[in-house]
């Protein structure tokens, strides 16, 4: 499997989610997602991808920067966390952001408003002093689900797991 542009929704685990969260969850409840880029991410991707090919005589834009790209964009992970909530959630109605910048990192956690009135929680942390995170976890009326995702380096899918939808038993709780 080859996942281009690191797209999450195109994750066959992430799709599963959503199409579970269709047909046996009914009305939603609560969204959270987190993206908790790591500072070992490069070392990560380093020896996870094989090193590049370059051709000795290439030409390069003007104004390109030349080597690693900043890895403190929130808009280059933070994109790929909403199309994620989109993509669960539904429509997003409305949102308030708070950030914080201490020692090098920054911190954004995202109130979310879905149209449908389901509550969301978006918590993007780049970089942590630990090791990479990505899922979610997606609660409703009749059970929920929650996915890990993988390193955007590795060639591994989400695991997604299911809470059974509420019986007789359960549903009183």
């Known amino acids: 499997m080859v996942q281009v542009g690191h797209n ?15 047909a046996e969850v009914g009305r939603l409840q609560s969204l959270t997602a ?8 490069y ?9 590049p090919r370059v051709q000795p005589r ?7 920067r030349q080597g690693r790209p900043r890895p403190l964009l929130p808009a280059r992970h933070g994109s790929h966390l909403v ?18 910048d201490r020692f090098g990192a920054i911190c954004w956690f995202v109130s979310l408003d879905f149209e449908d009135g389901t509550l969301g929680h978006l918590d993007l942390n780049i970089p942590v002093r630990g090791d ?16 890990r995702l993988p390193h ?18 359960t549903a009183a709780l």
């Open 8 to 22: 999450r929704r195109f994750d066959p685990g992430v799709a599963f989610a959503r199409d579970f969260l269709r």
């Open 34 to 41: 987190w993206y908790h880029d790591s500072t070992y991410r």
């Open 43 to 51: 070392a990560m991707t380093d020896n996870l991808r094989p090193d």
């Open 58 to 64: 290439r030409v390069t834009p003007r104004g390109r």
């Open 83 to 100: 199309d994620t909530a989109r993509f669960l959630g539904g429509p997003i109605a409305g949102l308030r952001a708070r950030r914080l």
């Open 132 to 147: 990479f995170e990505e899922g979610f976890r997606v609660t409703g009326e009749h059970g929920g689900v929650s996915g």
């Open 152 to 169: 955007p380096g590795s060639s591994s899918r989400a695991r997604s797991k299911v809470s059974p939808p509420a019986t007789a038993s």
